[in-house]
């Protein structure tokens, strides 16, 4: 059942504190992009998250962004935060973290990575199966796709036992 869980549930991106990154022996984060730092397709960064960013940096955290999306909507976006990237990243497969961790200045275990997003069937089976901690976000835009629909709808049991437990 933990496969399906987080490490921690949050509402927003710019909720993960240092004190929090600190308490888990953080060292590098790994940053969805759709829903977690801007809406669906968008360029406009969540209000606060690129300052949010550029803190943790200054901080000595490394980020990276991971995600499942073009080239095309990945790149521009990732240049507004200064931050590398991996885009079609196949996620919840662990390829596209084990490319970013891989492309880390300094080294660090697994286990000193945070995958954050907000998806449990992308994002966080996909830090479970690497042995990477994970932060569960709320998604703001709800999508109207079938498909999303049904994921957010198995999502759901999760979410709550996320919440209950662990925030
Ligand atoms: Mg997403």
């Known amino acids: 059942m933990s496969f399906f869980l987080p490490t921690v549930a949050l509402k927003r991106v710019t909720d993960i504190s240092e004190e929090l990154l600190n308490s888990l022996g953080i060292r590098a984060v790994f940053l969805d992009v759709d829903n977690t730092l ?11 998250s690129v300052a949010w960013a550029q803190n943790l940096v200054e901080q000595g955290f490394q980020l990276f962004i991971i995600s ?5 909507r990945v790149e ?31 080294q660090v275990k697994n286990s000193q990575c945070l995958v954050v997003g907000d998806q449990i069937f992308t994002d966080i089976i996909g830090a479970n199966l690497c042995g990477m901690k994970s932060v569960l976000l709320e998604p703001i835009q709800l999508e109207n796709t079938a ?11 999760f979410r709550k036992k996320a919440k209950m437990g662990r925030s």
């Open 76 to 106: 521009p976006f990732a240049a507004q935060f200064q931050l590398p990237f991996v885009h079609f990243a196949a996620k919840p497969l662990p390829w596209g973290y084990l490319k970013a961790k891989k492309g880390l200045r300094n």
């Open 68 to 72: 499942n999306n073009f080239k095309e």
């Open 147 to 157: 498909s999303f629909r049904l994921r957010r709808k198995w999502e759901r049991r």
């Open 38 to 48: 801007s809406t669906h397709g968008s360029q406009s960064p969540f209000e606060g």
